[in-house]
């Protein structure tokens, strides 16, 4: 199995950036897909942006689009979101997300997950 570890999370105004990384340990010898998503108090927790194991395919929800932008370093073990143009609509708790297989958007087909990381964009 694989663990991970968010950091990077935050307080920014509108209209700043933050780049979170997810740090991942364990069995990342085997091709996983990471995604990220995000739950905001008293709300579901919600797809964000996923990358397949080679980086090639990604996926953003369309709040995002134009904005985040996935990526990952294999060598290094770590998955990246780059968020840009933040708006106080995206304050909420990120996680980073990991499933031995193909990427997905949907938070139940992944199997593992980190601790999360708090983003809050002031207005």
């Known amino acids: 199995q694989v663990q991970l570890v968010e950091s990077g999370g935050g307080l920014v105004q509108a209209g700043g950036s933050l780049r979170l990384s997810c740090a991942a340990s364990?069995?990342?010898?085997?091709?996983?897909?990471m995604g990220w998503f995000r739950q905001a108090p008293g709300k579901e927790r919600e797809f964000v942006a996923a990358?397949?194991?080679?980086?090639?395919?990604?996926g953003y929800a369309d709040s995002v689009k134009g904005r985040f932008t996935i990526s990952r370093d294999n060598a290094k073990n770590t998955g990246y979101l780059q968020m840009n143009s933040l708006k106080p609509e995206d304050t909420a708790v990120y996680y980073c997300?990991?499933?031995?297989?193909?990427?997905?958007?949907?938070?139940?087909?992944?199997?593992?997950w980190g601790q999360g990381t708090q983003v809050t964009v002031s207005s």
């Open positions: 997300a990991a499933r031995y297989s193909s990427v997905d958007f949907s938070y139940s087909r992944y199997d593992y």
């Open positions: 364990g069995r990342t010898s085997s091709s996983y897909a």
């Open positions: 990358v397949s194991w080679s980086g090639g395919r990604t």
